[in-house]
Structure formats: C-alpha cells, structure tokens
C-alpha cells in the first residue's frame, strides 16, 4: 500500500502568496507537490462554500493565504477572511472534519522561502493527521 498523500486546496491571494509562489518556484525552492493553488484577487473573496466544498469534495485540507493585516488591496479582506476562517474553524467538526484541515497564513509577496516552509509545513502536518473522512468514503 502506498503512503498517504494529502491533497491540499490553497487559495492564495493575487497580490502576495501567489506571487511569493511564483518566487518560490523561480528561485527553485522545493516544496511539497500535494498544494492545489487557486489565485483568487483577495483573502476577501474566499466564501465559506467554497472551504467547505473543497473538503466535501476531497481535499484533505484547505489553506486560505492572503496579504499581512494592514497591506490588503481591497484595504479589509484580509480582515473579513480571519473572521470567516475562526467561525469556519468552529463549524468544521459539525461536518466531520478537524479544525487543523483549515489553515490561514499570511504571506507577502517577496516571501518565496516562507512560502516553502509552510507548504512544507503543513503536508506534513496533514500527512500526520491522516486523509479526510470523505476521502476514505469516495470510491475513487
Ligand atoms: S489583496 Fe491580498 S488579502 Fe486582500
């Protein structure tokens, strides 16, 4: 049987974890395959649906990353998204999943290497934790 490898569902913000990815790959720094990225224009923009959807569909964890507090384009989604995800967090358990599949992180966009270290960080931490129930309930 093959090792368990997490599937990770990261939506990043335009403006500085998705240009701190492109660093990160242009600066051939290694990290972890299992990330999905999604570019959204804002943290802001990320509805809960869509976390929620993410992990009912088989993602075994979900990362929001957007702009430092204070340096978000839209000057508050960064705000509005800490909110959503602390609410998310305590509604996650209700559908069956940790509060640990969902991560918020805040990455600017001139940092490639902490990029990578939270990629890393986090597929092994959900490698630690295991799959999701709903993935160990779909018939692939
Ligand atoms: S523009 Fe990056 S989090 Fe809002």
Partial sequence: MEPFEPTIVAFVCNWCTYTAADLAGTSRL???????????????MVDPQYVIKALLEGADAVLVSGCHPGDCHYINGN????RRIRLLKEILPRFGFEPERLRLTWIG??????FAEI????????RAIGPSQTRQTMII
């Fill in 30 to 44: 290694s990290y972890p395959k299992n990330i999905r990225l999604i570019r959204v224009m804002c943290t802001g």
């Fill in 79 to 82: 705000y509005k998204a800490r």
């Fill in 109 to 114: 966009a001139s940092d490639g290497i902490q």
């Fill in 119 to 126: 990629m890393r960080d986090l597929t092994s931490q959900i």
